[in-house]
């Protein structure tokens, strides 16, 4: 995955670029500010502990396209931080599901275009359904085995 940044506050010495930034001259935010910040929340980005060893989640995408993406991250307390999002050119949708091998002890769905917190809590099941679009979806897996290392 990668992610650019072109400029944080737009320029106002140079025409044409008056509106790449993530806040505007005044400084006040864009919405891709409250995006990123809500992501970064979700993430908890500022976590200071180390993963000694990582563990293995298995799980498989369905009626997935090649416009859909996937990121898999682990944070230190053993849950799963599954990164989904689309990239279709023409606009659309993409409805997948996601198997899981084993039924986790908990999921939850986050948009962070809409907040910071989980919009949907799903009872533990071997199968999640999501419509992804223009911009990505977060799956909290967290499976009962895993312990703080």
Not at 109 to 121: F, G, M, N, Q, V
């Amino acid at each position: 995955m990668r992610a650019i940044l072109y400029i944080l506050r737009d320029r106002v010495d140079e025409g044409g670029n008056q509106k790449f930034g993530l806040f505007t001259p005044e400084n006040a935010p864009r919405k891709a500010a409250h995006y990123l910040h809500n992501m970064a929340a979700v993430l908890n980005m500022g976590e200071k502990k180390n993963i000694n060893s990582t563990e293995q989640l298995s799980y498989a995408i369905h009626n997935i396209s090649e416009t859909v993406h996937e990121l898999l991250l682990q944070k230190s307390e053993g849950e799963f931080y599954l990164i989904l999002w689309d990239e279709r050119f023409t606009g659309g949708k993409d409805e997948i599901e996601i198997e899981f091998p084993e039924i986790p002890a908990s999921i939850e769905i986050y948009d962070a275009t809409e907040s910071a917190e989980p919009l949907k809590s799903l009872e533990p099941e071997k199968y999640v359904n999501l419509v992804l679009s223009d911009h990505p979806v977060i799956v909290k897996i967290k499976y009962p085995l895993f312990t703080a290392i």
